[in-house]
């Protein structure tokens, strides 16, 4: 008798993914806000802006977690690359001053997991209430023989918005000024694949226990949300660029917000460098110039501002719970990074 075929005999469980999608409605509900006029379930979220803004500028940014997730995958730890996921995207939008207003996720596995589908949820919710933006909508997509059992992959975007005339664009920054760099929470989500081919090169496992720390669980820190620390400093200071450090390190993010004419001197002594850095430097022999150009080394993200307002903006970030120095200034020099000790 020939064979009879349906989509779940083929690897693809609609009833599963439908029920697992009604189980989080609920949970995605706590990170609405007052705009919200539809969100998870349909076939797409409504946000309604509303009379808060005069002239509301739509600022998006779309990103991914990366080769992070294999460590998740390894140590059947889920609950924190979501929070990952919602930090790459957020950060990117606020590096133009907005306010991250809502954001959407794309999951897509081999086969949907139902455990496994709701911890990684979980930490796109806590990452969404952590950034105060709705996690409006998304899609999960379950390609068998696409992905190798257990294997998944995040991808998502954020959207914010900002005054017109509160837009950062960096054209308001001037020789002289200083920058701020506001300290990472480790790795963030950068830099996985050199990391993971120098332990699989040492033997190194990850739950060996390095510094008093167990390798793994340092491995998937989540990267910092700044979103509610650095907006209240948007309404105090004249902020004229914001940089997320993200993959190319200082070396190629900070260049991207500054005028042809100008370049930054960035003081190494002056940044302090978890230790994380220095162990995967050490075990892969890694040059210092490939690691500035690769991680983050310490400074999740990097703000300028004038001379004058450089300390009321060290003391409103402290004050907002966030590690801040003077890690530099801006000079002349084409877009160049110039490291000094």
Same mark, same amino acid.
């Given at each position: 008798m020939e064979e009879r075929w349906n989509y779940k005999k083929a690897g693809v469980d609609i009833d599963l993914g439908d029920k697992l999608i009604q189980d989080i409605k609920d949970l995605v509900s706590h990170t609405y806000r007052p705009e919200v006029i539809s969100g998870v379930g349909g076939f797409s979220g409504v946000f309604r802006l509303g009379e808060k803004w005069k002239e509301p500028c739509l600022v998006a940014g779309s990103d991914g977690v990366g080769t992070k997730i294999k460590i998740a995958i390894d140590l059947d730890k889920h609950d924190t690359v979501g929070i990952d996921l919602v930090a790459m995207c957020v950060n990117d939008v606020l590096c133009a001053g907005a306010e991250p207003i809502f954001f959407l996720d794309y999951l897509a596995c081999g086969k949907l997991e139902a455990e496994k589908f709701k911890s990684i949820i979980s930490g796109i919710v806590r990452g969404c209430e952590e950034a105060g933006c709705a996690l409006l909508g998304g899609e999960t997509a379950e390609m068998p023989d696409f992905y190798k059992e257990g294997d998944y992959d995040l991808a998502g975007f954020a959207v914010g918005v900002v005054e017109k005339d509160a837009l950062i664009d960096g054209g308001?920054?001037?020789?002289?000024? @200083?920058?701020?760099?506001?300290? =990472?929470?480790?790795?963030?989500?950068?830099?996985?694949?050199?990391?993971?081919?120098?332990?699989?090169?040492?033997?190194?496992?990850?739950?060996?226990?390095?510094?008093?720390?167990?390798?793994?669980?340092?491995?998937?820190?989540?990267?910092?949300?700044?979103?509610? =620390? @650095?907006?209240?400093?948007?309404?105090?200071?004249?902020?004229?660029? @914001?940089?997320?450090?993200?993959?190319?390190?200082?070396?190629?993010?900070?260049?991207?917000?500054?005028?042809?004419?100008?370049? @930054?001197?960035?003081?190494?002594?002056?940044?302090?460098?978890?230790?994380?850095?220095?162990?995967?430097?050490g075990l892969g022999n890694i040059e210092e110039e490939e690691m500035w150009r690769v991680f983050n080394l310490g400074i999740g993200l990097a703000l300028i501002v004038s001379r004058e307002e450089a300390d009321k903006a060290s003391h409103i970030l402290e004050k907002e719970g966030e590690k801040v120095n003077v890690i530099g200034e801006v000079i002349e020099g084409g877009r160049k990074v110039l490291l000094v000790e």
């Open positions: 308001k920054i001037r020789k002289g000024d @200083v920058l701020l760099g506001l300290a =990472s929470s480790g790795l963030h989500s950068n830099g996985y694949s050199l990391v993971r081919k120098v332990l699989q090169s040492r033997g190194i496992n990850l739950s060996d226990q390095i510094n008093g720390k167990i390798l793994g669980e340092e491995l998937l820190r989540p990267t910092r949300i700044y979103v509610r =620390s @650095v907006l209240p400093l948007f309404r105090e200071v004249e902020v004229k660029g @914001v940089s997320h450090i993200t993959g190319g390190g200082m070396i190629e993010n900070i260049p991207r917000i500054l005028l042809p004419h100008l370049g @930054v001197k960035i003081y190494k002594s002056k940044i302090e460098i978890p230790w994380v850095f220095s162990y995967i430097q």
